[in-house]
């Protein structure tokens, strides 16, 4: 049986890449043509590298996810304290929400991919007992990772950048923090999507 191939620091490149593109429209409305293109390779070099779509969204998936892993063990070394675990939650949401994106996505396409379904439950077991480890009960969680879930939706929901124009909008400030008074257009804005 071969053993497998290590990862190199060029396949957490590509990956890292891809995390972009799954982000923006999830495993079903991403091609693996958008994937190469985030990525600056071709099409058939992402097929060879790894493998059909599914297998790169099992594997983008995977990277995102250590990315919160890591994020919760980073700020669980003093035992389980919701605010410290939140604020590391919150950092990583606002610096890196494409990998909070595609964790999402692929709870969504876990009831019709299988192997997403996999993936998805291992990658929260992980986080659940990464924080069971610092110490948080079963109620904790419950509270905990629904404050959590909560913001993925917002974020899906792209709340953050037109909470200004619903009744919710407080909760998004509660949520997220104010939003920074950026004009339409300057230089650096989120893009905001017509409606």
Same mark, same amino acid.
Request: hydrophobic content about 40%.
């Given at each position: 049986?071969?053993?497998?191939?290590?990862?190199?620091?060029?396949?957490?490149?590509?990956?890292?890449?891809?995390?972009?593109?799954?982000?923006?429209?999830?495993?079903?409305?991403?091609?693996?043509?958008?994937?190469?293109?985030?990525?600056?390779?071709?099409?058939?070099?992402?097929?060879?590298?790894?493998?059909?779509?599914?297998?790169?969204? @099992?594997?983008? $998936? /995977?990277?995102?996810? &250590?990315?919160?892993?890591?994020?919760?063990?980073?700020? *669980?070394?003093?035992? !389980? +304290?919701?605010?410290?675990?939140?604020?590391?939650?919150?950092?990583?949401?606002?610096?890196?929400?494409?990998?909070?994106? @595609?964790?999402? $996505? /692929?709870?969504?396409? &876990?009831?019709?991919?299988?192997?997403?379904?996999?993936? *998805?439950?291992?990658? !929260? +077991?992980?986080?659940?007992?990464?924080?069971?480890?610092?110490?948080?009960?079963?109620?904790?969680?419950?509270?905990?990772?629904?404050?959590?879930?909560?913001?993925?939706?917002?974020?899906?929901?792209?709340?953050?950048?037109?909470?200004?124009?619903?009744? !919710?909008?407080?909760?998004?400030?509660?949520?997220?923090?104010?939003?920074?008074?950026?004009?339409?257009?300057?230089?650096?804005?989120?893009?905001?999507?017509?409606?």
């Amino acid at each position: 049986m071969p053993s497998p191939r290590r990862r190199t620091a060029r396949d957490d490149e590509l990956l890292t890449a891809s995390v972009r593109a799954f982000a923006a429209r999830g495993y079903f409305g991403t091609s693996t043509a958008q994937v190469a293109s985030e990525m600056g390779v071709s099409q058939p070099y992402v097929i060879r590298t790894f493998g059909s779509k599914l297998e790169l969204f @099992v594997r983008t $998936h /995977a990277h995102a996810g &250590a990315e919160i892993t890591r994020a919760f063990r980073g700020a *669980s070394g003093a035992g !389980f +304290d919701p605010d410290r675990l939140g604020a590391a939650y919150r950092e990583l949401v606002l610096s890196r929400p494409e990998a909070v994106l @595609v964790w999402a $996505h /692929a709870f969504s396409a &876990a009831t019709a991919e299988p192997e997403i379904g996999v993936e *998805s439950r291992r990658q !929260f +077991d992980e986080v659940y007992r990464t924080l069971r480890d610092a110490g948080a009960s079963d109620l904790d969680l419950w509270a905990f990772m629904g404050r959590g879930m909560l913001m993925n939706n917002l974020l899906l929901m792209q709340a953050p950048h037109f909470g200004d124009r619903y009744d !919710f909008g407080p909760l998004v400030d509660l949520v997220f923090g104010p939003r920074p008074a950026t004009p339409r257009g300057a230089a650096g804005a989120p893009r905001l999507d017509q409606e």
